[in-house]
C-alpha cells in the first residue's frame, strides 16, 4: 500500500517549525504509512501571503485568525467541529489562553484549532538590569525615561505599528472597530498616535525595520539594548541554549487612570484544507497536536508556545522557559481580538503604513486617520463584493 503524504505550510521560526517536524516525526513512527512534510514561509510572507492561494497545494495549514472570515465565506478548510469529538471541542474552549481558541471561531463553526497563542508582552534583560541597577519599568513614564538612555527596543515595522495603535485606542479609553464609518473616533486616534510618538520619537531609526523577531534577536545577541514594552512574545528567546542572552518575559506596564495596557492577540491556528485527499489522517493529526497532553509535554519541549492553557501552567514548561508562561498568561488574558471580517487583511496590510511614516517623520494625525478609513471602506467594499460574488 502507498504511503499517504501529508504537505503542511508554516512559518520560518523556530517556534513555527520545529514543534511541527518533531510532531510529524513521532506521527510517522506510529502510523508508519503516514508521512508529513512541512514547507515554511518568511514571518513577512506569513503576514502578507493570502492562504487562500495555498489551500490546493496544502493538507495542513498554519493560519493568522484574521483569516478565517475568509474562510468562513469561502467555505475552503474544514469546519472542525464537525469532525472532532464535542468532548474534545469542549476541552479546547475551557483551555483556551486568553481569546486564543475563540479567535478561529466564527459563523459558528470552528476553522482552525488553536496551536499557538501569542501577544505583545515586555521583555527585559535581567542581567543588565540588575548590573546598572535599573528597576523593571512598572509606567509609561518609566518607559520613556529608559528609551531616552537609549536601552529601549520595540519593532516598528508597519504591521506591528497597527497592532500597537488598537492598544493605544485601548489605552485612551475606546475600543476600535464599533462600527462601519471609522476605525476609532478622531479624538481618541488623535490620543493613541500621539502617544505613540512620545515612545517612537525616542528610539533609533533602525527599530523601524525591526520585527518582533528582530527585537528578540538584538536583546540577546548584544547588550544594546535592555528592555522591550511590547512586542509579540517568543518563548524560545527565555530558553536556555536558544540565545546567547536569556531575556525575562513579563506584564505590560499600566498607562495613566487605564491601568495596565491590553495588547493585541496573535498566535496562530492549524486548520485543514477542504482539498485534501487524506482528511481523516491530517485531521487525526490536528487532533494529536492540539491535544493538552502533547501541547503541555512533546510540543513545549521542541520549542512550540502551546495554545491549550493546561501547557501554560505546567510546571515543566514553565521551568523550562524561565517562567515565560505565568508570566505573559496575564497578558494574553487581557488580549484584545482584532477583526476577522472578510476583507479585514486589506486593511491590516496597509494600514499600517501611514502609521509608520507619521510615527518617522511626524505630520498632522488627523490625516493619517483619514487615510485609515479610507482604508477601512476599501477592506469593508471588497467583502461586500465577494459575497456577492459567491
Known sequence: MPKVVLKGITWG??????PLLAASQRFTELHPDVEIVWKKRTLQEFADLPIENLIRQYDLLIIDHPWVGFAADAKCVLPLDRYLSK???????AHTVGQSHESYNIDGHQWALAIDAATPAASYRADLLEKHNTPVPATWQDVLDLAKEGKVAAPAIPIDLLMNFYMFCLAHGREPFTNTHEVIDNATGILALETMRELYSLLPKEQFKFNPIAVAEAMSKTDKYWYCPFAYCYSNYARKGYADKLLTYTDLVSFGKTGLLRSTIGGTGLAVSLYSQHPKIAVQFAEKVVSPGFQSTFYTQHGGQPGHGLAWADEEANRLTNNFFRSVLPTMER???RP???GYLHFQDHAGDPIQAYLQYGGNPEVVLEQINAIYAKSLQNNKLFKQSI
Open 13 to 18: 521560526h523556530s517556534r513555527g517549525i520545529t
Open 87 to 93: 468532548e474534545y471541542m469542549a476541552d479546547q474552549a
Open 335 to 337: 488580549g484584545y481580538m
Open 340 to 342: 476577522r471580517y472578510n
